[in-house]
């Protein structure tokens, strides 16, 4: 026996093997189908002349029968990564000490450690609970007729005549009460998803076995700790109909189309309650939900598998990141890799398109799961998984596609793409890490420096406005004039009272029984004329006066002589129209570049009011815990507040109060304007500033 013969080791006996679908370019496929471990595996016509001649032994053998028929051209080199491909998925016969250490090694680097097994199943994870072949294949016969060409026409009936009820009762429909919030009506809620759900699984489950084939396995898989129902019909490989695959693919939004149609049909004869509530639910939210979801090709659920089976491409996703990083290699380093496999120029654009797609959807994805599992678990179990979840499902893939391009750096060489690459990386670099923002953006409001609104002190009766809107007044000038009656009263009576003491405090050193009242009486009148100051004093306060030199800007027009006015009655508003300050709120981040004294200019959002050059005054110390409405988004403001409460306005982060000073004096006015205050402050990096948000929101979440 010559030792430079390399026999092959013969398959496995219980190997199916039968035809395939054409694939995307109309050539001919088969599927090797592993019964032991579920496993279908798609080969061409190569691989297929190669498998009906292995009972040859020998590759030098095959490729020499090949070549003799004369209808393709094997090399050893084929038929030797074919054998690979047969070893390393273990589809041959294991005979003798070598190969059972293979196998051995194979097991050892299956099994994963405890943590890597825990990083991958805790966000999914499926859980087996009936083998449904038998139930199917009992309860099939029943319902053939769902499939009948008459159902389609049916549903498409009710269609119609739902559309024409639903144009006068829209309104009724749109505005359907949803009686949830009580134990019964949560039970129709739950049961409704249960049975929307369940339909939707065995839509796929029937459709597979009207076709043929097993239904594995039907269960629960859990998404992010979220329950979802799963089937798997992954015996549709053995399909050689593109047709018939994407019909196992599309059974299950079938299936709950056509229950949303019967349902609206349903909704406009139940009286109103939870039954109609869940027929409704059925009829709108379900569907558009499964379609938002499920038709997403971008993840594995049946938007993907309908994609892979329309365009014709197994292994769709793996086979378009080949592509991706194939063509990102080029890009970056001009590398010249023989493209990872053929496709038209069409499908090869379509691939690469679907690839970014995906990279980009899945970092945004991942970013939300982090977050969302950071929020769902104890704070310090959160911030270990989330952490876990970027570093293991977005910074490695990074990683490991950087390791590559170091391990072929020999291979770069000054060109183009390199030169494009590195200039792009400085670019970003200096973008980045350059301390040359200064300019620091801050909502904030011109107002008049001093502007007061004055109230009704106490409740008096209205004598006279002793000024109109305009009119410049002086200090301490009267402007309203009040009246009341009961005060008047309340003096007089405090007048006759302090008179009657003084009168007997007169008489106390000539009778006798008076002398020992004398300190009651000193008392009683020390107490009345006290009274007496503070009843005067509200005297007083009826005339209401200027605080100080300005004009009056409004005066309030529901005002008329002769009527009683109720305590803090907005009055009138005096200001100063030759002095103003602007109000402005600051991030905390912002804080550590500026300071008083700094440079700023204001630009209102009134495109007919000039921009104002200002500086700093004063920085408020502490955070602001409250906001004037004008600052805030829920009244077109840019600072988001916290909770619905419409009398405390509290702002989501931090913000600090800011006073400038004009320094220019410009055209009065006489009422707040809103705009924008850019600050000149220290030049920071943008890299700097992500650096401490980043920082600041892990110390702000880490505080356990």
């Given at each position: 026996?010559?030792?430079?013969?390399i026999?092959?080791?013969?398959l496995?006996?219980?190997?199916?093997?039968?035809?395939g679908?054409?694939a995307?370019?109309g050539?001919p496929?088969w599927?090797?189908y592993?019964?032991?471990?579920?496993?279908?595996?798609?080969?061409g016509?190569?691989e297929?002349?190669?498998?009906a001649?292995?009972d040859l032994?020998?590759?030098?053998?095959i490729s020499?029968?090949?070549?003799?028929?004369?209808l393709?051209?094997?090399?050893?080199?084929?038929?030797q990564?074919?054998?690979q491909f047969?070893?390393?998925?273990?589809?041959?016969?294991?005979?003798?000490?070598?190969?059972?250490?293979?196998l051995?090694?194979?097991?050892?680097?299956?099994h994963?450690?405890?943590?890597?097994?825990?990083?991958h199943?805790?966000?999914f994870?499926?859980?087996?609970?009936?083998r449904?072949?038998?139930?199917?294949?009992?309860?099939?016969?029943?319902?053939?007729w769902?499939y009948q060409?008459?159902?389609?026409h049916?549903?498409?009936a009710?269609?119609?005549?739902?559309l024409?009820?639903?144009?006068?009762?829209?309104?009724?429909?749109?505005?359907?009460?949803?009686?949830f919030f009580?134990?019964?009506?949560?039970?129709?809620?739950?049961?409704?998803l249960?049975l929307?759900?369940?339909?939707h699984?065995l839509?796929?489950?029937?459709?597979a076995?009207?076709?043929?084939?097993?239904?594995?396995?039907m269960?629960v898989?859990?998404l992010?700790?979220?329950p979802?129902?799963?089937?798997?019909?992954?015996d549709?490989?053995k399909?050689?109909s593109?047709r018939?695959?994407?019909?196992i693919?599309?059974?299950?939004?079938?299936?709950?189309?056509?229950?949303a149609?019967?349902?609206t049909?349903?909704?406009?004869?139940?009286?109103?309650?939870?039954l109609?509530s869940?027929?409704?639910?059925?009829?709108?939210?379900?569907w558009?939900m499964?379609?938002?979801?499920?038709l997403?090709?971008?993840?594995?659920f049946?938007?993907?598998?309908?994609?892979?089976?329309y365009?014709g491409?197994?292994?769709?996703?793996?086979r378009?990141?080949?592509?991706g990083?194939?063509?990102l290699?080029?890009?970056?380093?001009?590398f010249?890799?023989?493209?990872?496999?053929?496709?038209?120029?069409?499908?090869?654009?379509?691939?690469?398109?679907?690839a970014?797609?995906?990279?980009?959807y899945?970092?945004?994805?991942?970013?939300g799961?982090?977050?969302?599992?950071?929020?769902f678990?104890?704070?310090?179990?959160?911030?270990?998984?989330?952490?876990?979840?970027?570093?293991w499902?977005?910074m490695?893939?990074?990683?490991k596609?950087?390791?590559?391009?170091?391990?072929?750096?020999?291979?770069?060489?000054?060109?183009?793409?390199?030169l494009?690459?590195l200039?792009a990386?400085?670019?970003?670099?200096?973008?980045l890490?350059?301390?040359?923002?200064?300019?620091?953006?801050?909502p904030?409001?011109l107002?008049i420096?001093?502007?007061?609104?004055?109230?009704?002190?106490?409740?008096?009766?209205l004598?006279?406005?002793?000024?109109?809107?305009?009119?410049?007044?002086?200090?301490?000038?009267?402007?309203?004039q009040?009246?009341?009656?009961d005060?008047d009263?309340?003096?007089?009576q405090?007048k006759?009272?302090?008179?009657?003491?003084r009168?007997e405090?007169s008489?106390?050193g000539?009778?006798?029984?008076?002398?020992?009242?004398r300190?009651?009486?000193?008392?009683?009148?020390?107490?009345?004329?006290?009274e007496y100051?503070?009843?005067?004093?509200?005297?007083?306060?009826l005339?209401?006066?200027?605080?100080?030199?300005?004009?009056?800007?409004?005066v309030?027009?529901?005002l008329?002589?002769?009527?009683?006015?109720?305590?803090d009655?907005?009055?009138?508003?005096?200001?100063?129209?030759?002095?103003?300050?602007?109000?402005?709120?600051?991030a905390?981040?912002?804080?550590g570049?500026?300071?008083?004294?700094?440079?700023?200019?204001?630009?209102p959002e009134?495109?007919?009011w000039?921009?104002?050059?200002?500086r700093?005054?004063?920085?408020?110390?502490?955070?602001?815990l409250?906001?004037?409405?004008v600052f805030?988004?829920?009244?077109?403001?840019?600072?988001?507040?916290?909770?619905?409460?419409k009398?405390?306005?509290?702002?989501?982060t931090s913000?600090?109060?800011v006073?400038?000073?004009?320094?220019?004096?410009?055209?009065?006015?006489?009422?707040?304007?809103?705009?924008?205050?850019?600050?000149?402050?220290?030049?920071e990096?943008?890299a700097s500033?992500l650096?401490?948000?980043?920082?600041?929101?892990?110390i702000?979440?880490?505080g356990?």
């Amino acid at each position: 026996m010559d030792g430079n013969v390399i026999y092959l080791p013969p398959l496995r006996e219980e190997l199916d093997l039968f035809p395939g679908p054409c694939a995307f370019d109309g050539s001919p496929t088969w599927t090797l189908y592993d019964p032991v471990n579920q496993h279908f595996y798609r080969i061409g016509q190569l691989e297929n002349e190669i498998l009906a001649h292995w009972d040859l032994n020998s590759p030098e053998a095959i490729s020499e029968q090949i070549s003799q028929q004369g209808l393709i051209n094997v090399s050893v080199d084929d038929i030797q990564h074919l054998l690979q491909f047969l070893a390393g998925h273990n589809l041959l016969q294991s005979r003798g000490k070598e190969a059972v250490q293979r196998l051995v090694g194979q097991a050892k680097a299956a099994h994963h450690h405890w943590f890597t097994w825990l990083i991958h199943h805790y966000l999914f994870f499926k859980i087996p609970l009936l083998r449904p072949d038998r139930l199917l294949a009992r309860t099939y016969p029943a319902l053939r007729w769902i499939y009948q060409p008459a159902v389609l026409h049916v549903l498409i009936a009710l269609v119609l005549v739902n559309l024409y009820l639903l144009i006068d009762r829209w309104d009724m429909f749109s505005r359907t009460f949803l009686h949830f919030f009580s134990t019964e009506g949560f039970v129709y809620y739950a049961v409704a998803l249960a049975l929307t759900k369940t339909l939707h699984e065995l839509g796929h489950a029937y459709t597979a076995h009207r076709y043929g084939c097993r239904v594995s396995a039907m269960g629960v898989a859990f998404l992010v700790m979220m329950p979802v129902l799963y089937t798997d019909a992954s015996d549709a490989w053995k399909l050689t109909s593109r047709r018939q695959r994407l019909a196992i693919g599309f059974g299950g939004i079938a299936a709950e189309l056509g229950l949303a149609v019967l349902c609206t049909t349903l909704w406009h004869f139940l009286p109103d309650g939870p039954l109609r509530s869940s027929v409704f639910l059925m009829a709108t939210t379900t569907w558009v939900m499964t379609l938002l979801i499920n038709l997403n090709p971008l993840m594995r659920f049946d938007g993907y598998f309908l994609l892979s089976d329309y365009w014709g491409i197994e292994n769709l996703q793996n086979r378009a990141f080949a592509l991706g990083r194939w063509q990102l290699r080029r890009l970056l380093f001009g590398f010249l890799d023989e493209v990872p496999e053929r496709f038209p120029a069409k499908t090869q654009r379509l691939l690469l398109i679907y690839a970014w797609c995906i990279w980009i959807y899945r970092f945004f994805l991942f970013l939300g799961i982090a977050l969302l599992v950071y929020h769902f678990f104890f704070k310090l179990l959160g911030l270990f998984l989330m952490m876990v979840e970027v570093g293991w499902f977005i910074m490695l893939p990074i990683v490991k596609e950087v390791k590559y391009w170091l391990e072929h750096r020999q291979r770069m060489e000054w060109n183009r793409n390199t030169l494009t690459t590195l200039s792009a990386i400085l670019i970003v670099i200096g973008i980045l890490f350059i301390p040359w923002k200064s300019r620091i953006e801050a909502p904030g409001l011109l107002k008049i420096a001093a502007h007061t609104e004055l109230f009704m002190p106490l409740p008096a009766k209205l004598d006279r406005i002793l000024v109109v809107k305009g009119e410049t007044v002086k200090a301490g000038q009267a402007l309203v004039q009040f009246s009341s009656s009961d005060l008047d009263s309340r003096i007089e009576q405090s007048k006759i009272k302090i008179e009657s003491l003084r009168w007997e405090l007169s008489f106390h050193g000539q009778e006798k029984n008076l002398i020992n009242r004398r300190l009651v009486a000193l008392t009683e009148l020390e107490s009345a004329g006290s009274e007496y100051d503070g009843l005067m004093d509200e005297r007083k306060r009826l005339t209401v006066q200027a605080p100080f030199d300005g004009e009056v800007i409004e005066v309030n027009d529901l005002l008329n002589a002769g009527e009683w006015i109720a305590k803090d009655e907005p009055l009138l508003t005096v200001g100063q129209f030759d002095a103003y300050q602007i109000e402005a709120f600051l991030a905390e981040d912002h804080l550590g570049q500026i300071q008083s004294g700094a440079e700023a200019k204001f630009y209102p959002e009134q495109l007919d009011w000039p921009s104002m050059p200002c500086r700093i005054v004063r920085i408020d110390n502490a955070a602001a815990l409250q906001l004037p409405p004008v600052f805030t988004s829920r009244y077109n403001g840019s600072i988001a507040i916290r909770g619905n409460n419409k009398d405390v306005l509290v702002p989501e982060t931090s913000v600090y109060r800011v006073w400038l000073q004009p320094m220019e004096t410009g055209e009065p006015i006489n009422r707040a304007i809103k705009g924008n205050v850019l600050i000149d402050g220290k030049p920071e990096s943008i890299a700097s500033s992500l650096w401490r948000q980043v920082a600041a929101v892990l110390i702000r979440e880490s505080g356990f």
